[in-house]
């Protein structure tokens, strides 16, 4: 279980978060979102162990967070982030040694370490480029190899700050899809994105957050319909919504269901 219980952070005398109860644990996939300056991102930072909240909580198997040497190693084991900039996370130009890394530091067995490297880069679609020199990726492949460095750790909890950030249409199906099936296994996922139509799609409950507050949550086609929440908090509808919303269409998930009802509308009114 990983929460959050009135959970108040400042930077100087500044508040930034203020008394965020939240819980991560009731769905699979959780959205973040929110204007520039809600946050989101220090809020990462606390639930990760890497900033400590003045008031409040981060809670993690229902108890405030250890913040230990030998606390915060076992929670990183199970809460990983996957940053921005992968960049900041990649440390080896040989795509195996950075991603056996953490495992080495642990002192993980190298046959484990093996059989864990090869199944992380399955999962993120990565086998066809594992033997290239990382200088040599694209930014949607490092940001590949940077999330299957958290995933050999078998964390239960992935943090995904702007997945899809900088990707081109094809990269960001592509993390589509990785983020489903790393569900699939049973983990959880939170991810923070200003890709509005990305955390409606794959997200089973969102999050918005304003000035350091939730302004509500829910089922993303509840949160997002709601145009004077999406006003407040600055932010624009997903397209799917917003066709909802003005023209009275059909409320869809993804875009493949909403062309899907549509082809079957004309076909029925055509016959």
Known sequence: MLATSDLWFRYQDEPVLKGLNLDFSLSPVTGLVGANGCGKSTLFMNLSGLLRPQKGAVLWQGKPLDYSKRGLLALRQQVATVFQDPEQQIFYTDINSDIAFSLRNLGVPEAEITRRVDEALTLVDAQHFRHQPIQCLSHGQKKRVAIAGALVLQARYLLLDEPTAGLDPAGRTQMIAIIRRIVAQGNHVIISSHDIDLIYEISDAVYVLRQGQILTHGAPGEVFACTEAMEQAGLTQPW????????????????TEFFHRMQKCVFREAS
């Open 240 to 255: 799917l919504v917003k066709l909802h919303t003005q023209l009275g269409l059909p409320l869809c998930k993804t875009e």
